[in-house]
């Protein structure tokens, strides 16, 4: 059940088998969500953290005139709010984008890991690490790079942390999103997504039809994205 977890886990560290018998300890049964679902509201007490199994799920803030952020994209593999673990309640909402699977930790388990798998809580800590990582990365999207370079560099960092899971071809990915999904991602209206999206088909660079993510030209998408994965610590590394 947590076989897309253990993939992005030993990505970039050991997992021994007592670890992994661990975190399947502490799993709770699959649940399933449908589509534009919010699983967590914000401010809600929160004892369990929430680990994807299949699907996209997103973070997301509202403005009170209905505008929307999406402040994260998650995918099979990743803990949507490990964070809440220390947080207890999150600043934010959950939402499934998609159809999803989803299994819970319960904060007590993770309290039992943290004492007795001292090597996974480092790898746990640096999971919400590359939360950051990611989140300062798309930071810098929305405040510096055009809108053009918003939408590749998006593009190219969900093909890796797809591809991390198994889920991403060499040429291209199932993503699932809407043209509107993608606006509230980069910040952009879904008129200007829409002109942006059209500029790199007519550039052949990338696709983007019903969801699927099409791969033209992946050096060359990297070069208008200005994509450099090292943010990505995708480097194994003993924690």
């Not at 673990?85 to 939402?95: A, E, G, P, S, V």
């Not at 299994?103 to 001292?118: G, N, W, Y």
């Not at 746990?124 to 989140?135: G, K, S």
């Amino acid at each position: 059940m947590i076989e897309s977890a253990l993939l992005k886990l030993r990505r970039r560290d050991y997992i021994g088998p007592d670890e992994e018998q661990a975190i399947r300890d502490g799993t709770s049964e699959a649940q399933a969500v449908a589509p534009r679902t919010t699983i967590i509201r914000e401010g809600e007490v929160l004892n369990r953290s929430t680990l994807l199994l299949d699907g996209i799920m997103c973070r997301y803030k509202d403005l009170r005139n209905g505008e929307r952020q999406i402040t994260a994209l998650h995918v099979a593999g990743d803990f949507v709010d490990l964070h809440s673990f220390t947080l207890r309640k999150l600043d934010h909402n959950i939402m499934a984008l998609t159809r999803c699977r989803y299994t819970t930790v319960a904060h007590q388990a993770l309290k039992r890991i943290t004492e007795d798998f001292p090597h996974l809580t480092r790898v746990f800590w640096f999971a919400t690490n590359l939360d950051a990582a990611i989140h300062r990365e798309w930071e810098l999207s929305l405040g510096r790079r055009q809108a053009i370079s918003k939408v590749a560099h998006l593009f190219c960092e969900m093909h890796v942390r797809l591809g991390i899971v198994g889920l991403a071809a060499e040429d291209g990915y199932d993503l699932g999103l809407t043209q509107n999904d993608l606006a509230e991602c980069v910040g952009l209206t879904p008129v200007h997504v829409n002109r942006t999206l059209k500029e790199l088909r007519t550039r052949e660079l990338v696709s983007f039809r019903a969801g699927r993510v099409t791969i033209h030209d992946r050096e060359g998408l990297k070069r208008i994205g200005e994509f450099e994965p090292a943010y990505l610590y995708l480097d194994y590394a003993d924690r």
